[in-house]
């Protein structure tokens, strides 16, 4: 089963996937965690190229080339011979990050972002948990990392609200793959919500 979180930055993604991936490796599963745009060595490079620099490094349609790039590394190397060994795969964004950073935020570039993803990527998550809360608490959350790779929030908050409407959006559009969680609210709640989603999808 291949579950990807999505939402904006600073939501809580990937303290809920270690959270989740915690409670399924209790359960006894078998449970690989990751991330993008990373994953692999040669998209953990590629990455390196996409979250730090200047806002205006790379225009949406190069950053498009590189995160499909990124994804193709990941899923060759990681995410389909993960699956194929019948493990539980927990991603921190997948492909739904570029048709909402790339094809709905910045621009009428969603059409690229699908037939891009229809040739070289294909694959769909079985399940995408979309952490919904309101960008400014995630906002200040997320600068308060002080991560350096924070280049994306530097597109700022009026970026952040586009984002939010965007999965709002996908969550209506795929009800049925696209799960949204209440990110608002103290961790171990989400997390229980999240958990029981996942109970509710697993085989
Ligand atoms: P993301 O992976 O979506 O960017 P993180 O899990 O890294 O988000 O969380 C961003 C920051 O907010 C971290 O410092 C984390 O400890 C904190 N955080 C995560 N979830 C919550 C929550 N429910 N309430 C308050 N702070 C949180
Ligand atoms: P991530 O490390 O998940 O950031 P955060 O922890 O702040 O949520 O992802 C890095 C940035 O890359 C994030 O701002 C979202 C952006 N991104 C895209 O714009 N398109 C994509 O396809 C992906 C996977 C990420």
Partial sequence: MFIT?????????????????????VDGRDVVRTREPGGSDGAEAIRRLLVEGDPGRWSAETEILLFTAARRDHLE????????????????????????????????LRDIVDRLHALMIKREPDLTIVIDMDPDAALARGLARGSGEDRFEEFGA??????????????????DRVKLVDGDRDVEAVAADILAIVKAHLP
């Fill in 158 to 175: 009026a970026f952040q609200h586009k984002l939010r409407a965007g999965f709002q959006a996908l969550a209506k559009a795929e009800p």
């Fill in 5 to 25: 979180f999505e939402g904006i930055d600073g939501s809580g993604k990937s303290t809920q996937i270690k959270l989740l991936a915690d409670a399924l490796e």
């Fill in 77 to 108: 190397r990681l995410i389909e011979p993960s699956l194929a060994d019948g493990k539980i795969v927990l991603s921190d964004r997948f492909a739904d990050s570029t048709r909402i950073y790339q094809g709905a935020a910045r621009g009428e």
